[in-house]
Antibody
Framework: EVQLVQSGAEVKKPGESLKISCKGS????????IGWVRQMPGKGLEWMGI????????RYSPSFQGQVTISADKSISTAYLQWSSLKASDTAMYYC?????????????WGQGTLVTVSS | EIVLTQSPGTLSLSPGERATLSCRAS???????LAWYQQKPGQAPRLLIY???SRATGIPDRFSGSGSGTDFTLTISRLEPEDFAVYYC??????????FGQGTRLEIK
């Protein structure tokens, strides 16, 4: 069974750093792209970026380039999303999801989400 | 950048009725790289349709997708109580790569 299990909720202060995780199981982690999707409170879905754990090839949405860093450790089947300096506007639910397709373009499995709250 | 516009923003229907949700792209979506997702409150999105018209594993056949180019439709033939949720379309293109529509909320009338 394919599963993506994300790390737990975080409460941080503005300016702090954070790294959240997404552990894949039940499939070949190095053979599928993993994406990150933001959902701000009461809002829609926003694609942030994707990574191919096999070779760490990473692509960012222009809206998030330079704002976050996506990485992966294939030895433990885990992808990461990190911030060096959080802002209150980073408060959101963050989902990881597996990309599928001959040209990988649709998210077929999703993590349960990690709620990040940034408040002073 | 390809922008996806979903309509209506909110759709109010009763169980048993037919729902038609629209997703219009600002430019042609290549090779029908168009997917639909359902999201219920407090849950992660769930893949319904990919390739504009292929149902994902385990999705009931009352859900169907159609369209090509710039106009796509998700149809729910007979609404069940569990179908009331928010629906998103999503496309893949050259740049910036992946975009989502703003969502259609399907609510019980």
């Amino acid at each position: 069974e394919v599963q993506l299990v994300q790390s737990g909720a975080e409460v941080k202060k503005p300016g702090e750093s954070l790294k959240i995780s997404c552990k894949g199981s039940g499939y070949s982690f190095t053979s599928y792209w993993i994406g990150w999707v933001r959902q701000m409170p009461g809002k829609g879905l926003e694609w942030m970026g994707i990574i191919y754990p096999g070779d760490s090839d990473t692509r960012y949405s222009p809206s998030f380039q330079g704002q976050v860093t996506i990485s992966a450790d294939k030895s433990i089947s885990t992808a990461y999303l990190q911030w060096s300096s959080l802002k209150a506007s980073d408060t959101a639910m963050y989902y990881c999801a597996r990309l599928n397709g001959v040209v990988p373009y649709y998210f077929d499995y999703w993590g349960q989400g990690t709620l990040v709250t940034v408040s002073s | 950048e390809i922008v996806l516009t979903q309509s209506p923003g909110t759709l109010s229907l009763s169980p048993g009725e037919r729902a038609t949700l629209s997703c219009r792209a600002s430019q042609s979506v290549s090779s029908s790289y168009l997917a639909w997702y359902q999201q219920k409150p407090g849950q992660a999105p769930r893949l319904l349709i990919y390739g504009a018209s292929s149902r994902a594993t385990g999705i009931p056949d009352r859900f169907s997708g159609s369209g090509s180019g710039t106009d796509f439709t998700l149809t729910i033939s007979r609404l069940e109580p569990e179908d009331f949720a928010v629906y998103y379309c999503q496309q893949y293109g050259s740049s910036p790569g992946i975009t989502f529509g703003q969502g259609t909320r399907l609510e019980i009338k």
